[in-house]
């Protein structure tokens, strides 16, 4: 089964977005042809209030609850760019203000030389922008917001999210830039979603995922958590778990190496750049043989997450028994992952819907004892 992106499209009912909860954000802007490149895939993520005039634009900031703002600097009244000063000086008195993504049609620090970016807006850019640059910097912009409520959570949940973010952004720098992981950072990350799963605290830092745009960070601790989680309901021992989850963090390492304007894409790949994409598999398997350390466990979760049990997948078109316990187990979690998350090209699908697409994979894609095994799991409410 293929699902192309307007599939699930139609497969997010009415009833189903008011069961996810989607993201608040003001669009302030006098001419929205600046945003046709990136309108569609704002929507998929955002309730968006729109606006054409600063002074509007400042009093819905101050009176609404948003999750961010996109601000063009040529608003007409008060300009953009007076919006962004005016909102600085609430959040240095101590007032909560949405971030912002400050738009122009010049570098801002050109404009506006006695003032800088920082003390005007989280981020900004300049139009015309390229799509995928313009929507790096959004998700930069709503995740500040999102990584704050972390604080909220309690202790176990807090630290996994913080530690894991920082590790894993930092592994994910090192590949790229040296070709190798250090294995102490992922060993840390691992033990730490074991000890979460043991104080059943894992699921919260998967919810807690939702709002998150940083599609790397967000899809490798899901699978990494949704395969320890996986683990414990099994019986693992706490070793197998550990290489379940440092398997999950490492298994998409490859994308370090992986262009952005394929990552965040808002449309679908063409065959050429799913080509392309389809290579960080062996990506993340040279990157992880070159380093010290890495357990072929893990290695091989990197290398065969893509295979499917009737040998239709890649790079290796394995098959059956030639697939190991661990491999099979992230393969379902990787489906499982994408298909809830929510991406620049699609919106998120419920649980029980990615469990009904799943049910066709059966025997094809998936082992079925331990699609049977975790589809209990989702339907039981185990994991979100």
């Known amino acids: 089964m293929v699902l192309k992106s307007a599939d ?15 993201q608040k954000l003001l669009l302030a802007c006098g001419d929205l042809h600046i945003f046709d490149g990136v309108i569609d895939p704002i929507r998929n993520r955002f309730d968006i209030t729109m606006i054409e005039q600063g002074w509007a634009a400042l009093e819905m900031l101050r009176k609404g609850d948003y999750d961010a703002a996109i601000i063009n600097a040529d608003l007409p009244g008060l300009s953009g760019f007076d919006v962004a000063k005016r909102i600085h000086r609430d959040v240095a008195a101590g007032e ?111 919810v ?6 940083s599609y790397s960070f967000c899809h490798s601790l899901k699978v990494a958590g949704l395969m320890t ?25 490859g994308k370090a190496i992986t262009g952005v304007h394929l990552l965040e894409k808002p449309s679908k790949l063409d065959p050429d750049e799913w080509e ?24 091989h ?22 697939m190991d316990d661990l491999s099979l187990i992230s393969a379902m979690m990787d489906v499982y992952s994408a298909l809830v998350d929510k991406r620049s090209y699609k919106p998120s699908l419920p649980p029980r819907k990615a469990i009904d697409i799943m049910d066709g994979m059966i025997e094809r894609h998936l082992e079925p004892g331990f699609y049977s095994k975790f589809r209990e799991m989702v339907l039981d409410g185990v994991v979100d």
């Open 229 to 253: 989680i996986f683990g414990q309901e099994v019986g693992l021992k706490n070793g197998d778990m550990e290489l379940l989850a440092q398997g999950g963090l490492l298994h998409d390492v």
């Open 276 to 299: 392309e994409m389809k290579l960080h598999v062996n990506h993340s398997g040279r990157i992880l043989r070159a380093s010290a350390g890495i357990p072929m466990e893990a290695i």
């Open 301 to 322: 979760i990197a290398e065969r997450h893509h295979e499917k049990i009737d040998g239709t997948g890649y790079p290796y078109g394995l098959k059956g028994a030639q």
């Open 96 to 206: 909560k203000r949405p971030p912002i993504l400050l738009v122009s049609w010049k570098d801002p620090r050109m404009s506006d030389p006695d003032d800088e970016v920082q003390e005007m807006a989280e981020a900004c850019i300049s139009a015309p922008f390229e799509p995928t640059n313009f929507l790096v910097h959004l998700w930069d912009v709503v995740n500040k917001k999102v990584e704050e409520k972390w604080d909220e959570l309690n202790y176990v949940q807090s630290s996994v999210l913080k530690v894991t973010r920082t590790n894993l952004k930092h592994l994910f720098s090192t590949a790229a830039s040296t070709g190798k992981v250090e294995p102490g950072l992922s060993v840390d990350c691992s033990r730490a979603l074991v000890e979460a799963a043991q104080s059943n605290d894992l699921n919260g830092v998967l």
């Open 208 to 213: 807690a995922l939702r709002d998150h745009h």
């Open 8 to 22: 699930l499209h139609q497969l997010v009912t009415q009833e189903d977005q008011k069961k996810i909860r989607r």
